[in-house]
C-alpha cells in the first residue's frame, strides 16, 4: 500500500512516502509555484532546472522554487490557498516528488479554522482524489484522501517516535504548529480532539519576517524584503547582503519573535479558558517553531514545552503515519 503525507504549505511544500510497514522518506521544497513564462530568464547556466515542470489546466506551470523568482505573478497569502492553481502546481510536484505511479491513500491537512469547515474539507478531499494530470506525459491516480487538522500530525509524529508514549497518551496536550500563514493549536485529550479549544493566529512567520525586516530598513536604510530572509532561513544561513554588507539577521529574527510571540501566547492562553482543566504539555510543530518558543514558554512556565527533531517534517510525517 502507498501512502503520501503531503503538507502544503505558504512557505514549504513537504513530503513523507512509501510503503505500509517501512520508514517514510522525506523531502522539502520551496512553496513557490507560477506559470513558467512568468519566470525571469537564466543569463547563464542552460542546464537543469531547479523546480519541477507541471501542468495544472493545462497550462505550464514551475513548482518548488523560491516564492521571489516569479514575475507578474502574486504570492498566495489568503485562506482560499487549496483552491488557487499555485497549490494545483505544488501538489502535482508532490504526487511526481513521490515517484509512485499511484498512491492508495495520501493524508493532508488544514488550519484548524479551515479545517472546521465541513465544506472545505470536502471540497479539497474531492479535489485531491481521482487521476490527475501532473504533466503532458505523465497521469497519478489518487486512490483516496483523508483531511485532518494540521497539528495533529505533529502530534502523531512525536508520539510514535517515543519510546514511553503513555505520558502524552495519558496527559491533555496542547499542540502548536506556527507555520508561515497561519498559527494553528488544538488540544488533544486522551486521544480526542477538543474543538472547543482549537484556533488561528494569523500573526505567524509571515509577520515576524515582515518586522525583521522592517527594523533592517530602519538600521541600514534598504529593504531586505521577506522573500530573502525566507530563503536565508531555509538554507540555514546566518547572514543576508545588503548594499554591499553582510549583516547577521538573528538579532532581527529574535527582536521580531519577541514582539509578534506574545500575541500568539495571549491567544492559546485564552483558548484554554473554556476547559475545565488546562494543558499537561506543550508540544511545539512546524518551521516556524523556533520563533515561538520562548514566548510559549513564558506564557505556560509550569508546562514542560517540548519540539520534536526536525520539527518542519512534523506534520509530513504524522500525515504519512495516520495513513499507514
Known amino acids: 500500500m502507498n501512502v503520501l503525507g503531503i503538507d502544503i504549505g505558504y512557505s514549504n511544500l513537504k513530503l513523507a512516502f512509501g510503503k505500509r510497514g517501512t520508514e517514510p522518506k522525506v523531502l522539502l521544497k520551496p512553496a513557490g509555484a507560477a506559470p513558467v513564462d512568468r519566470l525571469g530568464e537564466k543569463i547563464a547556466d542552460k542546464g537543469k532546472d531547479d523546480f519541477l515542470r507541471v501542468v495544472v489546466n493545462g497550462t505550464p506551470f514551475a513548482a518548488g522554487l523560491s ?30 516528488l513521490a515517484e509512485l505511479e499511484q498512491v492508495d491513500l495520501l493524508v ?28 503532458p506525459r505523465r497521469k497519478i491516480t489518487v486512490q483516496a484522501v483523508k483531511v485532518v487538522p494540521q497539528p495533529v500530525g505533529g502530534f502523531v509524529d512525536h508520539v510514535w517516535n517515543l519510546k514511553d508514549a503513555s505520558e502524552f497518551e495519558e496527559s491533555r496536550v496542547l499542540v502548536v504548529d506556527p507555520g508561515f500563514f497561519s498559527v494553528d493549536w488544538v ?47 531555509r538554507l540555514n544561513q546566518t547572514e543576508v547582503r545588503l548594499f554591499g554588507e553582510k549583516i547577521d539577521i538573528a538579532p532581527y529574527l529574535n527582536a521580531a519573535s519577541t514582539k509578534v510571540g506574545p500575541i500568539v501566547a495571549t491567544r492559546l492562553r485564552e483558548s484554554l479558558r473554556k476547559e475545565n482543566a488546562g494543558a499537561d504539555i506543550v508540544l511545539l510543530v512546524g518551521g516556524g517553531a523556533g ?34
Open 108 to 135: 493532508t491537512g488544514l488550519p484548524v479554522n479551515q479545517y472546521l469547515n465541513q465544506e472545505l474539507r470536502t471540497r479539497l478531499q474531492t479535489q485531491m482524489t481521482g487521476e490527475h494530470q501532473v504533466t
Open 67 to 96: 516564492p521571489d523568482r516569479a514575475e507578474l505573478w502574486s504570492r498566495e497569502l489568503h485562506e482560499d490557498y487549496p483552491s488557487t492553481e499555485s497549490y494545483r502546481a505544488l501538489f502535482h510536484a508532490g504526487l511526481l
Open 291 to 324: 520563533f515561538f518558543e520562548e514566548s510559549v514558554k513564558e506564557a505556560f512556565p509550569h508546562l514542560k514545552v517540548t519540539t520534536p527533531e526536525s520539527p518542519v517534517f512534523a506534520n509530513a510525517r504524522g500525515f504519512w503515519r495516520m495513513g499507514s
Open 187 to 233: 488540544l488533544i485529550s486522551n486521544g480526542e480532539l477538543r474543538r472547543q479549544s482549537c484556533g488561528t493566529s494569523l500573526e505567524a512567520s509571515s509577520v515576524i519576517l515582515d518586522e525583521a525586516a522592517k527594523q533592517l530598513a530602519n538600521d541600514f536604510g534598504g529593504n531586505v524584503g521577506r522573500e530573502r530572509l525566507e530563503n536565508a532561513i
